[in-house]
């Protein structure tokens, strides 16, 4: 008979026959034996259960290529540690019904889709099958919704993708609470579709999207890369055009689906607008940041953008704001933040209407991303670590940016439809899915270590901004420009 419960004790006791190293894989051999026994009846359940089966022999897999890292005893515990905590997960995963839905939101009317479905997906009613579903769009606030727990496996199996960065990959560097990517979005009026691989790049044939903004940016394209390369049958037809090293040097990074001619690059462009070095009275070089001029202009024929600025522009430095702004070849002595942040998008806006031609490109923003740093920031001992649950209470929300009131009110402005995917809300509720102190293993854990509350674990939230992107476009999909 299945057990519903799997219950391991632990006790001391003195004496021991083995010295502390076999000791703990003696526990480790228990553990295995107790989890054999009830597994393959939890396993039988559900097939995510079989999933995260696989997710338990990949954890055993990056702790023993870390056993140089580590001593042979902190090794077994921590096997130990993962089989246990595998164990009790699996016996506790209950199956939660989850909805899916269709959506697409706009800031202001100038943007050519604003309206959502609300359709059930049913095994008779698969939001795949497209046209009738899309014919049957409804308004709907997909950002206006909540974290439901969802027992499907995330996009993409933890610690699979080689394109995840060291920074983000929290199953990786140890993290042992998976509760992270069992949470889905969910807006409140509506349903979103299931992101589907196959499809996006069906969507995406002949054609190149590109991720121009900071790491948050770069967090959404190695999300997006990694779950379109799960849909593929040959993972090898996944090309770098770029090299690794040519993204730490000019900040561009760029991967080919080659079965259905797509690229889809990251560009890093933190302020959007573009950095910059004057010399001064003493001819000492020092860096300012031309309001006046955007960054790069290598991605103006792309098929689809996704922009985002935000997160350094509350930098000390941005904060601040002396002798750094410049416009032309005037350094302002003090200019606020709020100030320079408007000059910088309305510079955004301007090149955008001058360059994208609005037949051929799709131009969308992605809002700022919520950080969770408690009793102080990144570098002064600001830390998120321990948090495993979302945030309940909508009251509890930090307050919404300024910047993306600026923002808003800019795009409001333009000419070109810019379609604004405005994460912050569903991101101010995720205080469980940043790195915390999970950082690539060289950087040693001490107690008072820079933690990462800003970021996000892959797979994880980033996830859910491409199914809103995916949906997106599912929905203008049927009359994306074609490269014939």
């Known amino acids: 008979m299945c057990q519903n419960i799997l219950y391991f004790s632990c006790k001391k006791k003195k004496n021991l026959p083995f010295p502390p190293l076999m000791a703990s894989f003696k526990t480790m051999i228990s553990i295995l034996m107790q989890f054999s026994r009830t597994a393959p009846c939890l396993l039988w359940r559900s097939r995510t259960h079989i999933f995260y089966m696989f997710l338990l022999l990949l954890s055993l897999f990056f702790l023993s290529t870390s056993f140089n890292q580590r001593s042979p005893n902190a090794l077994a515990l921590a096997l130990a540690t993962r089989l246990r905590f595998a164990a009790d997960y699996i016996a506790s995963f209950t199956s939660v019904s989850s909805s899916n839905t269709c959506i697409v939101s706009d800031v202001r009317s100038n943007c050519t889709l604003s309206s959502v479905t609300a359709v059930e997906r049913t095994p008779g009613n698969s939001l795949e099958d497209g046209n009738d579903v899309i014919k049957d769009l409804s308004s709907c606030d997909i950002f206006n919704g909540n974290w439901v727990l969802d027992d499907s496996r995330p996009a993409y199996i933890p610690g699979s993708c080689p394109y995840v960065d060291d920074s983000f990959n929290c199953f990786k560097n140890g993290r042992v609470d998976f509760s992270y990517v069992r949470y889905r979005w969910k807006p409140f009026d509506c349903q979103i579709p ?221 000419k070109t439809p810019v379609f604004y995917l405005n994460i912050t809300k569903m991101t101010a509720y995720r205080k469980d899915g940043h790195p915390s102190i999970y950082r690539p293993l060289e950087i040693p854990r001490t107690p008072g270590m820079f933690q990462d509350c800003s970021h996000w674990c892959l797979p994880g939230v980033p996830d859910f901004w491409n199914e809103l992107l995916y949906a997106a476009l599912l929905i203008s999909g049927h009359d994306l420009p074609n490269n014939d």
């Open 194 to 414: 299931r992101f589907n691989g196959r499809k996006m790049l069906e969507m995406l044939r002949g054609k190149r999207l590109v991720f121009v903004g900071d790491s948050l940016n770069r967090n959404m394209w190695e999300s997006l890369v990694c779950s379109l390369r799960e849909s593929l049958k040959d993972k090898r037809r996944l090309f770098e055009v770029s090299s690794r090293n040519e993204y730490r040097t000019q900040g561009f990074f760029s991967l080919r689906f080659q079965d259905y001619q797509c690229t889809i690059d990251f560009i890093k462009s933190p302020f959007l607008v573009q950095e910059w070095k004057i010399s001064d009275k003493s001819e000492i070089r020092r860096e300012t940041l031309r309001l006046d001029m955007i960054q790069g202009s290598k991605y103006s024929n792309a098929d689809i953008i996704v922009f985002n600025t935000g997160h350094w522009w509350t930098h000390q430095k941005t904060g601040k704001g002396k002798n750094y702004f410049q416009e032309g070849s005037h350094v302002y002595d003090r200019m606020e933040v709020k100030e320079a942040f408007t000059k910088a998008l309305k510079t955004w806006a301007q090149w955008v209407d001058s360059n994208i031609d609005r037949k051929h490109t799709r131009v969308f923003f992605a809002g700022y991303s919520s950080s969770h740093f408690r009793k102080g920031q990144w570098d002064t001992g600001g830390n998120c670590h321990g948090e495993t649950e979302p945030i309940s209470n909508e009251t509890s929300l930090a307050p919404y940016p300024w910047m993306m009131s600026i923002l808003e009110s800019v795009i409001s402005e333009m």
